[in-house]
């Protein structure tokens, strides 16, 4: 799986965007853009996924660039309770014989 | 069941100890992971089970870990003549095709 590469940490005022950058210049063409997050003292939680199109849901939007080398998740409206470290993962999708591999991610403080 | 289950949710046991942890994952998920945090640091890939493939057993950090899957159902991992580095928490994941469903987390202590 291709590695990626994140800000250690980042700041954000609760009720603003958060955008969470991510790095993976070497993504196969086969390769998905995966975010998870992790609260303190809690698993790993989804976010969202995508391959080369943007994505929204409920939780959050993937932005992803055109050459796919980069992409960005925001948290339209931060919230006190989104204060997490964010992963971001490239891997094939699915069941694929493939492990997840957990960077070190980018711990996110939302502020007041 | 509802999401991944994980048992104990705690454990302290001697140095030289063995102990096992439990991990039920969400039924018909045929992905299993398990992985190990250590106080304040990332994930560390353990092992990972997928259907009736051979297990990806290359994070296993020494002979004293092993895991077993019984078909698409429970898992356990062991850890043989436990060491204090070996306090940690350890968390199980299971999926069907996309998203993993981590559970809560074994916290294992070497005292």
């Known amino acids: 799986d291709a590695k990626t590469t994140q800000p250690p940490s980042m700041d954000c005022a609760e009720g603003r965007a958060a955008n969470l950058p991510c790095n993976h210049s070497?993504?196969?063409?086969?390769?998905?853009v995966y975010w998870y997050r992790q609260i303190h003292s809690q698993g790993p939680q989804y976010i969202i996924h995508g391959l080369k199109n943007n994505e929204t849901n409920e939780m959050a939007s993937l932005i992803i660039t055109e050459d796919r080398k980069s992409s960005t998740l925001i948290l339209p409206h931060a919230t006190l309770r989104d204060t997490a470290v964010y992963y971001c993962i490239v891997r094939v999708a699915g069941n694929s014989g493939y492990a997840l591999n957990f960077g070190k991610g980018t711990s996110l403080l939302v502020t007041p | 069941g509802a999401g991944v289950s994980q048992s104990p949710s705690n454990k302290v046991t001697e140095k030289g100890k063995d102990v096992e942890l439990r991990c039920d994952p969400i039924?018909?998920?045929?992905?299993l992971y398990w992985y190990r945090q250590r106080l304040g640091q990332g994930l560390e890939f353990l092992i990972y089970f997928q259907g009736n493939s051979a297990p990806d057993k290359s994070g296993l950090p020494s002979d004293r870990f092993s895991a077993e899957r019984t078909g698409e159902s429970v898992s356990t991992l062991t850890i043989q003549r436990t060491q204090q580095e070996d306090s940690a928490v350890y968390l199980c994941?299971?999926?069907?095709?996309?998203?993993?469903?981590f559970g809560q987390g074994t916290r294992l202590t070497v005292v």
């Open positions: 070497t993504i196969s063409g086969n390769e998905y």
């Open positions: 994941a299971s999926s069907q095709n996309t998203e993993a469903f």
């Open positions: 039924s018909g998920h045929t992905a």
